[in-house]
């Protein structure tokens, strides 16, 4: 019999807490998102996070001390256990990641295009401008979203050519502009692009509207789509879904999973907005629910842009309505706190960082305890089946009664 009760999980997308092992394999040797934050700033005012056991996870993760200054009084009183996961998969993006603490590894290699000019193979191209009826494309580089943009966005709506960029994930990313292109046709030649995509191993092509009509004035939207691939194997969100219960997606769970364990999608952009949806989400969902969010600005708006205050105040507010998700806890709910990598805004370049995470479980009827360093993603995933009562996942050590 299932377990009544419901589970939240909290992903901070990108929010490492130091170098893993082998960051060293990734051209990683040093990052360390939370700490370097902490350090560039003189500070971090994250008392709730910090009762609830993050701070030690990242001393035990790096060795060091993270001196985040004095915290005022946390208005959290729920136990906790606390710790760092290691991840095995073979790549550091936001789908091996997720998919990892899901229960499912990515024990493959991705494709990736190269990152200078040209990035994509030209046959490819060809394919995509003749099936979307396109003039031809813009950029055709990897870089950053926001920046390229910028450069391209007036060249892309005098002559209609999309701009097409990677970056060093398995992605293929497409902007254009939500008026003068059309937000549909850009989702149509995603769907295209996604179809030619497939031999390439590429994991995922992300649509990137944008608004504005001149340099210095556009900004993207909320209206992004990821067309990805499932994973390779089923993941605890299958597991609930299959044995009755409900998953829930908030913000871009849906489109990494590629729908597949969802039985509800719901839409949401900006940490505020993921907020007040998450905890309207976990309040109205029914025993056996999973609800799932991830928080994408760590990551999108703050650690690419290497934006080392943004990311700070961000989690600053983070930390603001932990109490709040707690408050509305139940008796039989938990949460949890974790990440996919990183993206240390202190480090060079622009890309994910290969670090460990952190995995804080949070509820009224938990032990706590520090968990140690587990050595993958996956026992999240473990833990969460456990806790449902669910059939052991193929990998993963659960934690829950450790």
Known sequence: MTKKGRVI???????GIGGAEDAAKFQDEGADTLGHIVAARGGLQVPNLAAL???KAAQASTGREISAGPQTSSAITLPS??????????GKDTSSGHWEMAGCPVQFEWGYFKPDYPSFPPELLEKICLAGGLPGIL?????????????LGEEHIKTGKPICYTSADSVFQIAAHETHFGLEKLYQICEIAFKYVKPYNIARVIARPFVGEKKGEFTRTKNRHDYSVPPPKPTVLDAVKNAGGHVISVGKINDIFAKQGITKAVKASGLEELWNTTLHEAKEAPDFSLVFTNFVDFDMTWGHRRDVEGYAKGLEYFDTRLPELAAQMQDGDVAFITADHGCDPTYKGTDHTREHVPVIMFGKDITPKFIGGRDTYADLGQTVADYFNLPPLPFGKSF???
């Open 139 to 151: 950029g055709n580089q990897a870089a950053s979203g926001t920046v390229i943009i910028d450069e």
């Open 9 to 15: 999980i909290l992903m901070m997308d990108s929010f």
């Open 400 to 402: 829950l009664k450790e």
């Open 53 to 55: 056991g993050l701070l």
């Open 81 to 90: 256990k606390y710790g760092f996961m290691r991840e095995i998969s073979h």
